[in-house]
């Protein structure tokens, strides 16, 4: 294993923006050996709570934000994250150990408590929430959910399998998150708007907003495995 192997839960709901990019754009950012699927780029922002017996219940709850490529690598189809933006210092750490771009940031995400939700979820008003930089920020985004959809009907049928990629001595190692179990709760087409400046635009580059999606789902994290490379 690598990064953090014990059993944690996890709850999140994602906001997402599917974005078109330039033709060969996504094999010019994507690591060797992972291939492109597609040139798209998949921006999250996430709320998410944890349930850990090591840790505290003020640290059970954490945003975070991504910008993710959809991609090959050893274990069939996935996604890598070309930015992962951690307001903590430890989950930057936990993001480079896992082989992804890992960013201090701000990161701010609209919650609706748990009592509305009882009342009406998804939303009637948009959510939305953005990533800040040394005070610029980099994304700004706010989605509108509509009807449920099923998640193979879009582009991101595979957005919960993350590969990672470290430099290693003699080569790179190939990881992939381990997850015990996945949970799909509900996932939402909606009318999304997305803002990008900074890094993350030129990260990039050219692209359109295709499509918005409001995803809830639950995982059994257990750290991530090698699954090819140097240290395979």
């Given at each position: 294993?690598?990064?953090?192997?014990?059993?944690?839960?996890?709850?999140?709901?994602?906001?997402?923006?599917?974005?078109?990019?330039?033709?060969?754009?996504?094999a010019?950012?994507?690591?060797?050996?992972?291939?492109p699927?597609?040139?798209?780029?998949?921006?999250?922002?996430?709320?998410?709570?944890?349930?850990?017996?090591?840790?505290?219940?003020?640290?059970?709850s954490?945003?975070?934000?991504?910008?993710?490529?959809?991609?090959?690598?050893?274990e069939?189809?996935?996604?890598?994250?070309?930015?992962?933006?951690?307001?903590?210092p430890d989950?930057?750490?936990?993001a480079?150990?896992?082989?992804?771009?890992?960013?201090?940031?701000?990161?701010?995400?609209?919650?609706?408590?748990?009592?509305?939700q009882?009342?009406?979820?998804?939303?009637?008003?948009?959510?939305?929430?953005?990533?800040?930089?040394?005070?610029?920020?980099?994304?700004?985004?706010?989605?509108?959910a509509?009807?449920?959809?099923?998640?193979?009907?879009?582009?991101?049928?595979?957005?919960?399998?993350?590969?990672?990629?470290?430099?290693?001595?003699?080569?790179?190692?190939?990881?992939l998150?381990?997850?015990?179990?996945?949970?799909?709760?509900?996932?939402?087409?909606?009318?999304?708007?997305?803002?990008?400046?900074?890094?993350?635009?030129?990260?990039?580059g050219?692209?359109?907003?295709?499509?918005?999606?409001?995803?809830?789902?639950?995982?059994?994290?257990?750290?991530?495995?090698?699954?090819g490379?140097?240290?395979?």
């Amino acid at each position: 294993m690598t990064a953090a192997s014990a059993r944690t839960t996890i709850g999140e709901t994602l906001l997402v923006a599917v974005c078109e990019l330039q033709p060969g754009r996504a094999a010019q950012l994507l690591p060797a050996p992972l291939r492109p699927a597609g040139d798209l780029a998949f921006v999250y922002l996430v709320w998410a709570t944890g349930a850990a017996a090591a840790a505290p219940v003020r640290a059970r709850s954490f945003v975070e934000a991504n910008i993710a490529l959809p991609c090959f690598g050893p274990e069939g189809e996935g996604t890598w994250f070309l930015r992962a933006y951690f307001p903590r210092p430890d989950l930057v750490r936990n993001a480079v150990l896992s082989g992804w771009t890992g960013v201090a940031a701000e990161v701010a995400v609209g919650r609706v408590p748990a009592g509305v939700q009882r009342l009406g979820w998804p939303p009637a008003q948009p959510l939305g929430g953005g990533v800040a930089r040394e005070g610029r920020r980099e994304i700004e985004m706010s989605l509108l959910a509509g009807e449920t959809v099923a998640l193979e009907s879009t582009p991101l049928a595979r957005f919960n399998r993350v590969y990672g990629v470290r430099e290693v001595a003699g080569g790179r190692d190939v990881t992939l998150e381990h997850h015990l179990d996945d949970v799909m709760h509900a996932v939402h087409a909606g009318r999304v708007e997305l803002r990008v400046g900074g890094d993350a635009a030129a990260a990039l580059g050219p692209h359109r907003v295709a499509a918005g999606y409001l995803i809830e789902f639950g995982i059994g994290y257990a750290g991530s495995r090698r699954v090819g490379g140097a240290g395979a």
